[in-house]
């Protein structure tokens, strides 16, 4: 997978495969620091004083062998963190992939090999899988979405993630083909609509006048904020209708999100706003979001929105089924 994961509008559309996830993205996004830590917590609250069963009926020194299967099609995600738990309890553990990150299998498909101590890979067995399936739920659903925009309109993430497990998500979501929404609170600023509730009722911030229309509230609120930021962290600027979504832009958003917006709506609505940036000698990105489903994204996707984000992609994604099958070692 390269930097740009999902074709912009005009662009060529090459068709709906999903691209091998990069190692950069990996690197980027779960460095093996990263990996370790959360690996780890998962193995220590599977494990706590000891694995009954094994310890008590699979001798110390068996070797074990290990088949990866995906018991139905999707999009890979997390093999290298499923080797990582596996490598984290093994001792001299032989791991062989035979797919990438971002590759469809089908189902039945032998996906990685293994060698190691038996008591070792039921060990790590669960919590392995436990990861590597919901990794691969959450690709397999944004290659699903990405599928259906068509290349019209990118696909991005949010916040809504498994506390804990966002960089893991954020990763699969990538290995899916779709792009990451800001990482957290502290990498872009995002003026939805509780802030703009709380800072309109707010005297020390002079916006507490009840004469001042909606738009210009959000105006001035969305100018203040830009101004403390600067002009190059990225701000996005929620908005319900046009002349919210207007106040954004004069406010000096750089990307306006359009909630819960009819695609006729936006569709109608954003060659003004783009027209008005310009006029402002500001690029201006237009997103989508609000319950958008797979139903609906292809419609969205083609009324000339730049982004749609879908929270569904890591709060939704059924988990991938996949089994691995273990044998004594010949």
């Known amino acids: 997978m390269g930097e740009e994961v999902v074709p912009r509008r005009g662009a060529a559309y090459l068709g709906p495969t999903v691209q091998t996830a990069s190692e950069d993205a990996l690197r980027e996004l779960l460095p093996p620091e ?3 830590a959360a690996l780890e917590a998962a193995l220590r609250e ?6 009954l069963t094994s310890e008590h009926c699979i001798p110390e ?36 992939a035979l797919v990438r990150d971002g590759e469809r299998v ?53 916040r809504k993630t498994t506390p804990g497990l966002r960089a893991f998500e954020k990763y699969a979501v990538r290995c899916g083909g779709g792009e990451n929404h800001r990482f957290g609170l ?43 930021l600067g002009p190059d962290t990225l701000m996005t600027v929620e908005a319900r209708d046009e002349p919210e979504a ?6 000096g958003a750089d990307i306006v999100l359009l909630d819960n917006m009819s695609s006729e709506r936006m569709g109608e609505i954003i060659p003004g706003l783009h027209e008005l940036a310009e006029q402002r000698g500001r690029s201006l990105e237009i997103e989508a979001s609000g319950g958008i489903d ?13 982004r749609i984000s879908i929270g569904a992609l890591t709060h939704s994604a059924a988990a991938l089924d996949l089994s691995l099958y273990l044998e004594p070692a010949s």
């Open 34 to 36: 990263v990996q370790k």
């Open 46 to 51: 599977d494990l706590a004083s000891g694995d």
């Open 61 to 96: 020194r068996l070797s074990a062998r290990g088949r990866l299967v995906a018991k139905q099609a999707g999009v890979i995600a997390g093999l290298p963190v499923f080797e990582g738990c596996l490598a984290l309890c093994c001792q001299e553990l032989k791991f062989e």
């Open 106 to 158: 089908s189902a039945g498909q032998l996906l990685a090999r293994m060698a190691g101590d038996g008591q070792g890979l039921l060990v790590a067995e669960r919590t392995a899988l436990n990861f590597m399936q919901r990794m691969c739920g959450v690709a397999t659903l944004t290659a699903r979405f990405v599928e259906l925009a068509a290349g019209r309109a990118r696909i991005l993430d949010t």
């Open 186 to 228: 502290f990498d872009q600023a995002m003026l939805k609509e509780n802030h703009f509730a709380l800072c309109l009722a707010s005297t020390e911030q002079g916006l507490a006048s009840t004469e001042m229309a909606a738009e210009d509230s959000l105006q001035a609120v969305s100018a203040r904020l830009r101004e403390k």
């Open 246 to 251: 207007q106040a954004a832009v004069r406010g």
């Open 294 to 306: 797979e139903a609906r994204v292809a419609e969205v996707a083609a009324c000339g929105v730049d």
